[in-house]
């Protein structure tokens, strides 16, 4: 049986978890869930998260309306979750890759959003070069927040900020070395926000 090759599979996934700081979090998440159609992605939930995979503007479209309809409940809501590509195996969901290119989530509202990513180019050993490039482009897009360990600070309206991750996660990625691994962890309406 010859192995798996790490970079084959064109699915992008996102495995995530919706945290609203509120004791009515059922009724925020499954709203969220019913206001964002997801038929453009192979969906499946757990008791701890919630996996998307397909086509990646779909899975961008996707995980961000998700996180604009928990957030316009005005609730205090983390996000926490992972994107990969070209993981060795991935096929699940293969039968989305099928989809149009037209995204389905089109909600244009504002909302302010303080995040934090890092980046991870699986077998790149110039990897450092490639995270310090999309820092710089966060920089020149005006989305950079802050530096730290173990993560950059991202933060403006959900669209930018959504906008420079697929970016960044196109970007992250070549030819040569195609198994990419992108965290996100994201928060929106929190008070320490000053009412941004």
């Not at 996934?13 to 945290?19: A, D, K, Q, T, V």
């Not at 998260?49 to 990646?56: D, F, L, N, P, Y």
Request: charged content about 20%; hydrophobic content about 35%.
């Amino acid at each position: 049986m010859e192995p798996l090759q790490c970079g084959t599979s064109p699915i992008v996934g996102f495995r995530f978890s919706l945290h609203p700081m509120t004791g009515d979090f059922i009724k925020i998440i499954k709203g969220a869930l019913n206001e964002t159609d997801t038929s453009n992605v192979w969906m499946h939930t757990d008791d701890v998260s919630t996996v998307i995979r397909g086509k990646q503007n779909h899975v961008f479209n996707v995980a961000k309306a998700l996180a604009l309809h928990a957030a316009k409940t005005g609730e205090h809501v983390a996000l926490s979750g992972t994107f990969s590509i070209g993981c060795p195996g991935d096929s699940a969901g293969d039968v989305y890759l099928e989809k149009s290119d037209e995204l389905l989530n089109t909600d244009t509202t504002k909302q302010y959003v303080s995040s934090q990513f890092a980046l991870y180019p699986m077998n790149n050993p110039d990897y450092m070069a490639v995270i310090y490039r999309e820092v710089d482009r966060a920089k020149e897009q005006g989305v950079f927040n802050d530096s730290m360990h173990y993560a950059s600070g991202i933060h403006g309206d959900i669209h930018e900020v959504f906008a420079f991750y697929e970016e960044a996660f196109t970007n992250a990625r070549s030819e040569e070395h195609r198994h990419l691994v992108m965290t996100v962890s994201m928060s929106i309406n929190s008070p320490s926000h000053g009412g941004k």
